[in-house]
């Protein structure tokens, strides 16, 4: 990534430098501006003071170059020095480049502070601005001691030690993602959710000689708890994006910048792909659905790439697409049918149950044929003695008022013409009761009933199919609803997704009834929404409302007459010569079939090394990695070791020089290093060690 930064700014200051007319000076003023590049990018710290802060917010310049750079406010452009740029400049140039990218870091939305505790643990203390707004809402102080620092949370023993220790874990919770810190345990295998641990108080140091590691390594700790606390953060809101860390080893404090990347607004619209990629964090599924939308959009904007591509002569002389739709409806047809009329009766119920009152059912049964329809119901007549109720499917349709003080009476003899609710009757059978409480030594009923009825079937319609030429293979295919716009995709690339669409459901009117009809794939059922009868319209394979499918058919090429271009092409290739210091190349075209000499004259190139510069150099550290199993401070004697690093040397004054960092001693100067036997020894160990692991488990 640093090398990419720094090509885009040698691009950017080789004009401030002055184009040469020579060759040779030309190459100088290149290697001399990449020097100083390399000078004050060549550590971290150089980066982010060089790179970084300018590009991320309003107060530091861009000035890469040991000597300083100057802009022109009114065009914008860089010079290497204020006499030629105050020569080519109408107002007063500035020292710097405001090279500040769209949204620069906001004000800090995370403090981390670390407090050293007396057995060499430490507390700590959060601060957080959730909001982004620049001020911080949220603090936290930690109420565990971290006795134990991981990538991802801590770990707390009692103070000073590595006993009954227990583990935490980073996380953040709501939208706001307040940052917590939650107790997590091994699981059932012996697998522990936190990563990159290692001791830091006096537990760690076996020979007594330090109180913590903390003061060896504020930065390393410091990172990790911040990177841990950012880390969960944004595993909730990828939407947050750091831009900058500042660590102040004096207060034991480390700050991060950034930005709600959701928050901002760009400048205009991205051209092509999705607004806010950061989504597929979480749902990285969808990214594949949506990528297939995107193409599909982008095929029918005539100004995108994709549409180019595949519309250009090279593509469509080899291969051809081939588009299909399948859709699918339902009808109905109905008419009205013969009407149904029927009565249930008892003339002469005796009352044998030697109380006064007591209720007799007389039971029927109305029968519909299969596809008929109650369209209107009525009772028609009724006579009882004493009193009558009457249910059809257990809904009481009719009661007598007395009914709840039912007593001896004489016949009682109606015509109400009561309309019933054609819902109640369904296809098939229905059960009608008549319940007659007779109040006397005898009674009677008689129930009448009449029910107009249409005769209505479903059918399915197809509009559309898919005939694909023999040699065409299917590409993509995606099933949907019955507007074609909630879709499943089902192949990509001419692969199966796997993905299997849920029925697709609608509801549909006819003219005697509501239905909701399903599409699953192997069958389109409709359930009538008044009576809840299922019908079976089709069973098969591919029934769906709406299928979209594209195959990729091969094309006959456009035959291209390329003798003359392959003729010439070859002459070129086997008539190249160049002389003995590069500068001139000789050759012999063949153009309409005749010879024809010429030369080219070319610069001579510098020498190059064979190899990138680089220097090793070795810094202290310590060892006190830890896990459930205990740390290394429990049973190695010395913890002290030392870290190697390879660094890329820069060459000032034409000497090649090894930058290093506080603390860093160099191993191996500026050559070209190659430790590669060393790795492969070192890779021989580890296989040996593993083995005698193994053994010592059987």
């Given at each position: 990534m640093r090398k990419l930064i720094l090509i885009s700014f040698i691009m950017f200051l080789l004009p401030s430098a002055g184009w040469s007319d020579d060759f040779d000076d030309a190459g100088q003023v290149g290697r001399d501006v990449g020097s100083q590049i390399n000078q004050k990018t060549g550590t971290s710290a150089g980066i982010n003071d060089t790179l970084a802060k300018p590009l991320t917010s309003e107060g530091t310049k861009l000035n890469p170059l040991i000597d300083n750079v100057y802009q022109c406010p009114t065009d914008n452009r860089a010079y290497s020095d204020l006499p030629t740029c105050t020569s080519n400049c109408s107002t007063a140039c500035m020292s710097g480049v405001n090279a500040r990218i769209q949204f620069p870091s906001s004000e800090s939305f995370l403090e981390v502070n670390i407090v050293p505790q007396s057995g060499g643990d430490i507390r700590v203390y959060i601060q957080q601005d959730t909001d982004f707004d620049g001020t911080f809402n949220q603090s936290y102080f930690i109420s565990q001691i971290a006795s134990g620092v991981c990538g991802n949370g801590i770990i707390s023993c009692d103070p000073g030690t590595w006993n009954n220790c227990r583990y935490f874990e980073w996380s953040s919770t709501g939208t706001t993602s307040n940052i917590t810190l939650n107790e997590v345990f091994q699981t059932s295998d012996g697998v522990l959710p936190l990563g990159g641990c290692y001791a830091i108080n006096a537990s760690a140091?076996?020979?007594?000689?330090?109180t913590s590691l903390v003061f060896g390594d504020i930065n390393g700790v410091l990172r990790s708890i911040g990177g841990g606390i950012v880390g969960a953060i944004q595993s909730t809101d990828p939407h947050c994006a750091v831009t900058q860390v500042d660590i102040d080893q004096d207060n034991m404090r480390v700050t991060y910048y950034g930005q709600l990347v959701g928050s901002t607004t760009p400048p205009g619209s991205p051209p092509d792909g999705s607004p806010n990629p950061e989504q597929y964090y979480k749902h990285s599924a969808q990214m594949e659905a949506d990528a297939l939308t995107e193409i599909t959009t982008q095929m029918g904007n005539p100004d995108s790439m994709t549409y180019l591509h595949n519309s250009s002569p090279g593509t469509q002389d080899s291969i051809n697409y081939y588009n299909c739709i399948i859709t699918r409806d339902i009808t109905f047809t109905g008419a009205p049918s013969a009407p149904i009329s029927g009565s249930i009766q008892n003339s002469s119920i005796v009352n044998s149950s030697g109380t006064p009152c007591a209720v007799y059912p007389i039971a029927g049964y109305i029968t519909l044929p299969p596809n008929h329809k109650a369209s209107q119901a009525w009772i028609t007549n009724v006579s009882y003695e004493d009193c009558l109720q009457v249910t059809i499917n257990n809904a009481t349709v009719y009661m007598s008022p007395a009914w709840s003080a039912c007593s001896d009476t004489t016949l009682t003899s109606l015509s109400p013409m009561q309309p019933l609710s054609p819902s109640l009757i369904r296809s098939g059978t229905n059960t009608i009761i008549a319940y007659a409480n007779i109040c006397g030594p005898t009674g009677s009923v008689n129930v009448e009933y009449l029910i107009e009825t249409v005769y209505e079937t479903s059918g399915m319609t197809i509009s559309g199919g898919c005939s694909p030429p023999a040699d065409c293979k299917l590409y993509s295919e995606k099933i949907c609803d019955e507007n074609g716009a909630t879709c499943v995709n089902t192949y990509a690339n001419f692969i199966p997704t796997k993905f299997k669409p849920y029925p697709f459901c609608r509801t549909i009117s006819s003219s005697y009834d509501t239905y909701t009809a399903c599409a699953s794939g192997d069958r389109i059922t409709t359930s009538s929404n008044a009576s809840g009868e299922v019908t079976d319209v089709a069973a098969g394979t591919d029934l769906w409302w709406y299928i979209s499918r594209t195959y990729k058919c091969p094309a006959t090429a456009t035959p291209q007459d390329l003798g003359d271009s392959l003729q010439r092409t070859q002459s070129l290739q086997n008539s190249l010569t160049a002389n003995d210091?590069?500068?001139?190349?000789?050759?012999?075209?063949?153009?309409?079939?005749?010879?024809?000499?010429?030369?080219?004259?070319?610069?001579?190139?510098?020498?190059?090394?064979?190899?990138?510069?680089?220097?090793?150099?070795?810094?202290?550290?310590?060892?006190?990695?830890?896990?459930?199993?205990?740390?290394?401070?429990?049973?190695?004697?010395?913890?002290?070791?030392?870290?190697?690093?390879?660094?890329?040397?820069?060459?000032?004054?034409?000497?090649?020089?090894?930058?290093?960092?506080?603390?860093?001693?160099?191993?191996?100067?500026?050559?070209?290093?190659?430790?590669?036997?060393?790795?492969?020894?070192?890779?021989?160990?580890?296989k040996e060690a593993s083995k005698d692991m193994i053994c010592n488990q059987q």
């Open positions: 140091d076996p020979t007594h000689s330090r210091t590069s500068t001139e190349i000789t050759y012999t075209d063949n153009i309409n079939g005749s010879p024809v000499s010429g030369s080219i004259q070319v610069h001579s190139q510098p020498d190059y090394d064979d190899c990138e510069m680089v220097c090793k150099v070795r810094a202290a550290a310590t060892s006190s990695d830890a896990n459930p199993t205990g740390q290394q401070g429990e049973y190695l004697r010395d913890i002290d070791t030392a870290q190697d690093s390879f660094k890329a040397c820069n060459l000032v004054s034409g000497s090649w020089h090894c930058a290093t960092e506080s603390g860093e001693t160099v191993v191996d100067d500026c050559q070209c290093l190659n430790d590669f036997t060393d790795a492969v020894t070192s890779m021989g160990y580890l």
